[in-house]
């Protein structure tokens, strides 16, 4: 019931792109992405409603593809402030929580 | 607007000690979760209320956990004789669903080291 993540590690320079990808093996209503900072909690950056969304605020983007379940985090041109932990959560049809993914653990140096 | 507020912050206490946390949701939300993370593990549902009733509780919960929402404002999570794997991030959660979806917002946590 886990969604599983992959990569499960990412090492960047800033400037750099990068894509992490959630995928479930149930029937998803929604897919929530957060960052997470060592020690602290996670921060809610966007989440996507079945429909075949793609959301986007400055340089961090998502699309979610329902059929598939499956859903991608866009990162582009990666800052310094970008390096954390990124977890999706994802609601299964029918049920009001999120089931949390396996995290991948982004590093982005100067 | 603030946000969800979690209280104790860190907490140390002996291996059979009860401890309880306590929530204060962000004020019009009246969806409530708690949630367990340990190091290097995504968040871990525990339970979850709307407004004072208590919906869900995880098959993971055992009977030494238990959680309130009396008034449908605030929240405690108490467990009982604690045990040393009770040691994790325990995370409170609020939201209000509509039409664009149920984003939930985390507070900052409460630690929990059992020695």
């Known amino acids: 019931q886990q969604p599983v993540q992959s990569p499960q590690a990412v090492i960047l320079r800033e400037g750099e792109d990068a894509v992490i990808n959630c995928s479930s093996s149930k029937a998803l209503y929604s897919v929530h992405w957060y960052r997470q900072k060592h020690g602290e909690a996670p921060v809610f950056l966007m989440i996507l409603l079945k429909g075949g969304e793609q959301k986007g605020h400055d340089k961090i983007s998502a699309s979610f593809n329902e059929k598939k379940q499956q859903s991608s985090l866009y990162l582009t041109a990666s800052q310094l402030s970008y390096s954390g932990t990124y977890f999706c959560?994802?609601?299964?049809?029918?049920?009001?929580?999120?089931?949390f993914g396996t995290g991948t653990r982004l590093q982005v140096f100067p | 607007d603030t946000g969800v507020s979690q209280d104790p912050r860190h907490k140390i206490t002996k291996r059979g000690q009860n401890v309880t946390f306590r929530c204060d949701p962000i004020?019009?939300?009246?969806?409530l979760y708690w949630y367990r993370q340990t190091l290097g593990q995504g968040p871990e549902f525990l339970t979850y209320?709307?407004?004072?009733?208590?919906?869900?509780k995880s098959r993971l919960l055992s009977d030494r956990f238990s959680a309130e929402r009396p008034k449908g404002s605030f929240s405690t999570l108490e467990i009982q004789r604690t045990e040393q794997g009770d040691s994790a991030m325990y995370l409170c959660?609020?939201?209000?669903?509509?039409?664009?979806?149920?984003?939930?917002?985390f507070g900052e946590g409460s630690w929990l080291t059992v020695v």
């Open positions: 959560g994802t609601e299964i049809a029918g049920t009001d929580k999120l089931i």
């Open positions: 209320f709307q407004n004072e009733a208590q919906l869900e």
């Open positions: 004020s019009e939300h009246n969806r």
């Open positions: 959660a609020s939201s209000l669903p509509v039409l664009s979806g149920n984003t939930i917002y």
